[in-house]
Each structure stands twice: as structure tokens, then as C-alpha cells.
């Protein structure tokens, strides 16, 4: 399908900034709103959740340390191939990714717990690099359905949420990810017809969308590789199956790990089961 049509959807956006500066179209965030909306259409836009220049050093440190694996990612084996000139990469959360306002924003610990539940998980966190001149994605679904689009799929409430977190603007030139609001709740040939919509994601934005949701990134235009970190919050029983099968879905710095709260700790319980 091509991903540039039915981009007249309107996706739920919320402001983190104070009230002062949030305009009509953004909401402040709020737990109750932002989960309703994320029940209700699979997806939100929240401004302003990260600090830019945190934003800006996770980019510099992701192109720096995997710029051999970029210039070449046919030959490695540690790294996936998720579309034409689009490639997916776990990393491993030490400086500067381990950073507990990127990878467990205070601001959306309840929202976690509303949604998922209060023993919520990190599941995968990696990014996703389109190279320059990469084409469109094929829409897709990150996982098919629990039940394979039974009648039951779309009456169950969510059990895995991303985060996307563009390391550079998401917009027309660099690419950006294209959404179908409503389509975590519909079986695959329904969801095909839904309107999207691409949004321009500003640094310090994101994104976060239920995981049964119908996306894929469009084009990247531009003369430069646009990262996008995700970030997969689950219910502690649920694991994708599928994607992981070159690469693990979490790897921490045992470092990284001794250094962490209770909370954080527990955040990563499926990273340190497979330690040992
Ligand atoms: O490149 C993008 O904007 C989205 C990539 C993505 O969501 C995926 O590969 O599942």
C-alpha cells in the first residue's frame, strides 16, 4: 500500500509543557486522557517529554558506535533487515541510553500501570535506522494477533505499548512513521482501509502505540540516516516471538544494571533472565 494516501487522520496529542504553552489542538497530558485515547485510537503524539540534548546524545552515540554495522549492514549478523534500507538494532542500554528519564520516564509510570499493569515490563529497546534514499516500509502489525484475528483479539485490553522516540525530526524529508489510529482493535483486511497519518515528531517528542497497531515508516528523502529508538512496555508474561531471532530484545551492561534503583531493576527482570 502505498503509505503517502490516507494521511488525513487525526492522532491524539498531548503537552508536557505547562498549560500557558500548550495550544488548543495539544492537550496537557494527563493520565486519564492519554490512556482513554491510547484505549480508545491505539495511539498518541506526547510533546516534550525528553530533554532535546538528551535526545541529541543518544543519536551521536548510536550513528558513532554503529557506523561500521551502518555502512554495511548486509554483512552483519547481529542486526535486521526491516525494509529497504531500513534496518533494526538492539542496543545495549549503557551511557547514554542508560539514562532512567529515557528508558523509564517518570512521567509515564502510571500510565504504564493503568494500561498495562503495575509489574510492567521492558521488553525490547532498540532502533530502528532508515538510510538515506530508503524507500517506504510495508505497513505492517509488529506481531499478528494473540489469536490470529479471532473475534476475542479485538476485545482484549493492551499488553504491549512502544515508544518511539525519533533521534532526529521525523517529518516529509527525513522520513517519518505513517499510523492508522483505531487499527489495533481490527483484523488485517479492515485495517488496511483505516485513514493514517504521519506525523511530524519533533526531537524531545514521541510517539507511543499500542503494539497491535498498523504502521510503517515512510521514506527517508533526506541525506542523512534517521535513527528512531523504540521502546516496548509490556505485561511480564508477554514476549514477541518473532522479531528477535538474530539478536536479543534487551541487553544491558551488567554495570549499567547494578547501578539501578529497585524499580528500574525490576523494569529489566527479562534482560536478567537471560543471564543466567
Ligand atoms: O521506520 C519507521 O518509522 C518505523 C519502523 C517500525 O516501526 C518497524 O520497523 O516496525
Known amino acids: 500500500?502505498?503509505?503517502?494516501?490516507?494521511?488525513t487522520a487525526n492522532i491524539p496529542t498531548f503537552n508536557f509543557l505547562d498549560q500557558e504553552h500548550t495550544k488548543k489542538d495539544k492537550k496537557p497530558f494527563?493520565?486519564?486522557?492519554?490512556?482513554?485515547?491510547?484505549?480508545e485510537h491505539g495511539v498518541v503524539l506526547l510533546h516534550n517529554l525528553f530533554p532535546s540534548h538528551l535526545v541529541e546524545t543518544c543519536r551521536n552515540a548510536f550513528l558513532q558506535?554503529?557506523?561500521?554495522?551502518?555502512?554495511?549492514?548486509?554483512?552483519?549478523?547481529?542486526?535486521?533487515?526491516?525494509?529497504?534500507?531500513?534496518?533494526m538494532k538492539t542496543i545495549t542500554v549503557k551511557p547514554p541510553f542508560a539514562t532512567p528519564d529515557l528508558y523509564h520516564p517518570p512521567q509515564l509510570v502510571n500510565l504504564?500501570?493503568?494500561?498495562?499493569?503495575d509489574e510492567y515490563v521492558l521488553n525490547n529497546i532498540g532502533v530502528v535506522a532508515s538510510l538515506p534514499g530508503a524507500k517506504a516500509q510495508h505497513e505492517h502489525r509488529d506481531l499478528p494477533a494473540l489469536f490470529h484475528d479471532a473475534p476475542i483479539d479485538s476485545q482484549l485490553p493492551c499488553y504491549a505499548l512502544t515508544v518511539l522516540v525519533p533521534l532526529i525530526e521525523a517529518n516529509h524529508e527525513h522520513g517519518t512513521t505513517l499510523l492508522r489510529p483505531g487499527t489495533h482493535r481490527l483484523p488485517l483486511e479492515q485495517a488496511e482501509n483505516k485513514e493514517g497519518v504521519a506525523p511530524?515528531?519533533?526531537?524531545?517528542?514521541c510517539v507511543i502505540m499500542d503494539y497491535r497497531l498498523h504502521h510503517g515508516g515512510t521514506a527517508n528523502r533526506s541525506n542523512q540516516t534517521r535513527p528512531l529508538l523504540?521502546?516496548?512496555?509490556?505485561?511480564?508474561?508477554f514476549r514477541d516471538y518473532r522479531n528477535f531471532r538474530t539478536q536479543p530484545?534487551?541487553?544491558?551492561?551488567?554495570w549499567s544494571y547494578r547501578k539501578m534503583n529497585d524499580a528500574d531493576q525490576q523494569l529489566f527482570a527479562q534482560a536478567r533472565q537471560t543471564w543466567w
Open 1 to 7: 500500500m502505498n503509505p503517502t494516501r490516507n494521511t
Open 30 to 39: 494527563s493520565v486519564e486522557d492519554c490512556s482513554q485515547a491510547l484505549r
Open 65 to 87: 558506535r554503529h557506523k561500521n554495522e551502518l555502512a554495511e549492514p548486509e554483512t552483519v549478523r547481529e542486526i535486521q533487515r526491516v525494509g529497504d534500507g531500513r534496518w
Open 112 to 117: 504504564f500501570q493503568e494500561l498495562l499493569e
Open 200 to 205: 511530524v515528531i519533533p526531537v524531545g517528542s
Open 230 to 237: 523504540y521502546m516496548v512496555y509490556s505485561r511480564p508474561w
Open 249 to 254: 530484545p534487551l541487553k544491558i551492561s551488567r
